[in-house]
């Protein structure tokens, strides 16, 4: 099972305590945007094996969205950082190239 630890309140909780919200760090587009960008943040996303960047939300703690970094692969988390981080933290990119030597980063 998936366990995640909330950054805001400290509690590492099990996925069913959690709400997936989709890939974190993605440019949305919404009203004004183009039908291309609209249509490319819909539909137009990779979706490869490895490292990837989520929203969670701790539903049945603090309510608070944070981030996680975790393989899609192996259910491994690497860490989590508060919804506000514009990027991963250093030491999380770090982290996670320490795990996965020949990684090429987070975009």
């Known amino acids: 099972m998936l366990t995640l630890t909330c950054p ?3 509690v590492t909780a099990e996925e069913t305590e ?4 989709g890939q974190a760090h993605l440019t949305r587009f919404g009203p004004g945007s183009s039908d291309a960008e609209f249509e490319g943040y819909l539909f137009a996303r990779t979706n490869p094996k490895g490292v990837h960047f989520e929203r969670w939300r701790h539903a ?6 944070f981030h996680a970094a975790r393989c899609t692969a192996t259910l491994e988390v690497f860490g989590t950082y508060p919804a506000q981080a514009v990027a991963p933290p250093d030491d999380l990119i770090a982290h996670i190239k320490a795990r996965r030597p020949g990684w090429e ?3």
């Open 8 to 10: 805001y309140c400290g």
């Open 18 to 21: 959690l709400t997936p919200g």
């Open 105 to 107: 980063g987070w975009t």
């Open 60 to 65: 049945y703690g603090c309510g608070k969205w």
